[in-house]
């Protein structure tokens, strides 16, 4: 079978498309060849990150992969058969845990295989999501669609050191399409976890400004063992038809959280995304109502229909845009 081709270069053209293109080739059994890799960045080509996350993907499946080192602009990969697995990997670096796992896990869950991963990098780093978003928000979406997912921070790594361990436990799960277009409603959590930092007045102002709003909130601060010192905040809440949070480092201003949740329809932008490689392959329409078309978004839309043969359509809400996505089943 011939390689599926996709232009790296396209939409936002970072490390999104590596990731969504393997994930998929991995659950459909097709090859792919990635090119122009992160063309769009400032230092182009795969980094640590993503060439630890091609290589966990890699074991799941037995497949064979050319280009998986970093600064390559191109890679090649060819699936073999998923199956259960137990990985421990390092990225080596500050590089993103819970973009791993945004790979790893749908690949393993819509493959009805058992995955047992433990990986070492940045459990909360810049331009990424948190680890107690990807527990809490990602996880919480993902087991709406049928997932059995377990996610636990083991040791935090914060920006720029790094060194954090999460492990991320897949059973054996139905795999259902999305519909998340309900108003987001109820209570508020505000979490804070922090190390050699003390970032709880920042938590306690940013809760203050949810209940100013309107809406009931809890708040935990928690120190927690880590390589280096930092901190998270990250406001959530979850339901039946919605889940959305937002997230923020210390040092990176936590200021904008409160209003960046508040402005969330069904899902938030940063999840949107998230849900693209399940829904794809779902075999019925899912349906999301999210801020706006985000080039991440735009992007993995773009790869998984490339890859799956799924289609997907746009409009416009009242609130933002809704997204419908009719997955070919593998």
Same mark, same amino acid.
């Not at 498309?17 to 994930?23: I, P, Y």
């Not at 390589?227 to 480092?249: H, S």
């Not at 990176?252 to 508040?262: E, I, S, T």
């Not at 996505?325 to 593998?330: D, L, N």
């Given at each position: ?6 232009d790296?270069s396209?939409? +936002?053209?970072g ?10 080739s991995?659950?459909t059994?097709? !090859?792919v ?15 640590p990150?993503h ?18 080192r ?6 090649? #990969? ?11 990997a390092?990225?080596?670096?500050? /590089? ?9 896990? !749908?690949a393993?869950?819509?493959s ?19 680890a107690?978003?990807?527990?809490l ?21 914060? %920006?720029?050191?790094?060194? /954090?361990?999460?492990? @991320? ?17 109820g ?13 709880? +007045?920042?938590? +306690?102002?940013? &809760? ?7 809406? @009931? ?9 880590s390589?280096?010192? /930092?901190?998270? $905040?990250?406001?959530?809440?979850? /339901?039946?038809?919605?889940? &959305? ?5 210390y040092g990176?201003? #936590? ?8 402005g969330?329809?069904? $899902?938030?932008?940063?999840? &949107?995304?998230?849900?693209v490689v !399940? ?13 706006r078309?985000?080039?991440?978004l735009e992007?993995t839309? %773009?790869?998984?229909?490339t890859?799956?043969?799924c ?9 933002? $845009?809704?997204?419908r $996505? ?5």
């Open positions: 079978m011939d390689h599926i081709a996709v790296g396209r939409g +936002e053209g490390g999104q498309t590596v990731r969504t293109a393997l994930a998929l991995c659950i059994g097709r !090859p060849s990635v090119r122009h890799i992160r063309h769009n960045r400032r230092v182009p080509g795969l980094r990150q060439v630890a996350a091609t290589r966990i993907l890699q074991q799941m499946c037995g497949g064979t992969m050319r280009g998986d970093v600064g390559s602009d191109t890679l090649e #990969f060819r699936p073999g058969t998923m199956r259960d697995s137990t990985i421990t390092d990225v080596g670096t500050a /590089g993103s845990v819970p973009l791993v796992l945004q790979a790893a896990v !749908p393993a869950w819509a009805g295989a058992r995955l047992d991963l433990t990986v070492t990098g940045g459990t909360d780093v810049r331009w990424a999501p948190t107690d978003y990807a527990r928000v990602m996880g919480a979406a993902y087991g709406g669609m049928g997932a059995r997912l377990n996610v636990e921070v083991q040791r935090r790594g914060y %920006y720029p050191r790094g060194g /954090g361990r999460i492990r @991320a436990r897949v059973g054996r799960g139905r795999l259902a399409p999305a519909e998340l277009t309900a108003c987001p409603s209570g508020i959590s505000v979490l804070c976890t922090q190390h050699g930092v003390d970032a709880a +007045e920042d938590a +306690e102002s940013i &809760a203050g400004e949810l209940e100013r709003a309107g809406h @009931a909130c809890t708040l935990e601060v928690s120190d927690q063992e390589t280096g010192p /930092g901190a998270a $905040i990250l406001a959530y809440r979850t /339901g039946r038809g919605f889940a &959305a949070g937002a997230d923020a480092l990176n201003g #936590f200021g904008g959280v409160a209003g960046r949740l508040l969330c329809a069904s $899902i938030d932008e940063n999840l &949107a995304d998230m849900l !399940p829904a794809s392959v779902a075999g019925g329409l899912s349906v999301f109502e999210t801020g078309l985000t080039k991440h992007t839309l %773009y790869v998984s229909s890859i799956t043969g289609r997907y359509g746009i409009s416009r809400t009242g609130n933002g $845009i809704q997204v $996505i009719r997955g070919a089943a593998t």
